[in-house]
């Protein structure tokens, strides 16, 4: 069988590190004009569910750059070390041994293991000698309605206990009562006590009301220093959604065409099928272009799309591959 190939993105995954964002002053005459056409939105969004997203012959090269690209995660009540060790070393190795040799690949990890602020220390020891970031997902995590300063304190117990990257939520007040200064104050110093640790906002869109507060919040977000910015804590009603993503995205582009500063995405909540993980490859790669398909600036949070996708490569080898296929890719 000949080695996997997308003919567009190269394997195995480089895991680059990326500038962080250094923000920028609050500009609220930006913030103001910022519109979201939610019709033309969603109609794009209708249009791109339908259809194939990455030819046949590629899908098992770009379901290797989807493992990659994993913040792979556990976020439950019962979580226990057990469960985080057995998760890394998942992490270490996503699919079989003989998968991975017979798709011509080798030394293929998922992006980061996201775990809560309890959990860290574990991860961190489970994932010695790798290259794989702890992600932890702290700032009271999901509501973010604990007291201020212990959800700052808890970024730096996170930071402290070995977290490369923290995912903080964001007070939805903020956005519903479109105080975007506290918004931006609040993000800022979320920042701030990540100190070298990347910062993933999670917006929580599904609470937001509406596509242009989503707009606006990712937009401020991104001024206050955000190095990526993330759809969902996965609690919410409504999670990851086609047309919050197109949303993000565009802020991400607007944000670079007016700074030249490249900002992350991670769709995150509900992502659990290998055939939504290539739409959402395709999506980045027609929006935002390649950079986007590298960890530094793409991730999944997800707790269950790996075992999908093991399943799709498993077929793949076995030759059921194209039938299965046709019948998951729609
Ligand atoms: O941040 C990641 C999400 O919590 C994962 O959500 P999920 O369990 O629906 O995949």
Redesign the pocket.
């Known amino acids: 069988m000949p080695a996997p190939t997308t003919g567009l993105v190269s394997l195995p995954p480089a895991h680059p590190s990326h500038d962080r964002n250094p923000g920028m002053a609050l500009d609220l005459d930006w913030v103001a004009s910022v519109q979201a056409n939610t019709s033309a939105i969603e109609r794009r969004a209708a249009s791109l569910g339908g259809r194939r997203s990455v030819k046949k012959e590629y899908q098992a090269a770009w379901l290797l750059k989807a493992i990659s690209l994993i913040?792979l995660?556990t976020?439950a009540g019962d979580d226990t070390p057990g469960r985080v060790q057995r998760l890394c070393a998942k992490a270490r190795q996503p699919v079989r041994a003989e998968t991975l040799t017979a798709l011509g690949m080798e030394g293929l990890t998922v992006g980061a293991v996201?775990v809560y602020h309890d959990m860290v220390e574990t991860a961190v020891r489970a994932l010695e000698g790798t290259a794989i970031p702890v992600a932890a997902v702290s700032t009271g995590f999901p509501a973010g309605l604990s007291p201020w300063h212990l959800r700052v304190q808890e970024i730096r117990e996170s930071v402290a206990a070995g977290a490369q990257e923290i995912?903080i939520v964001i007070s939805r007040r903020h956005v519903l009562t479109q105080n975007w200064q506290a918004l931006y104050d609040e993000m800022r110093e979320m920042r701030e006590a990540c100190g070298e640790a990347h910062v993933k906002a999670i917006l929580a869109t599904g609470e937001l009301g509406t596509l242009r507060n989503v707009a606006k919040a990712s937009l401020i977000c991104m001024m206050a220093g955000a190095d990526f910015i993330k759809t969902?804590?996965?609690?919410e009603g409504v999670?990851a959604t086609l047309p919050v993503s197109l949303t993000m995205i565009r802020a991400i582009r607007d944000y670079q065409d007016r700074t030249g500063i490249l900002v992350g995405y991670k769709p995150?909540?509900?992502?659990?099928k290998a055939k939504d993980a290539l739409l959402y490859l395709a999506l980045m790669k027609d929006e935002l272009g390649h950079p986007w398909l590298q960890p530094d600036l793409f991730r999944f949070?997800?707790?269950?799309?790996l075992g999908d996708i093991e399943r799709q490569l498993e077929h793949h080898l076995t030759g059921h591959y194209s039938a299965a296929n046709r019948h998951a890719m729609g």
Not at 301 to 305: E, F, P, V
């Open positions: 913040d995660t976020l996201c995912d969902s804590t996965g609690k999670n995150a909540g509900g992502i659990a949070g997800a707790s269950s799309l």
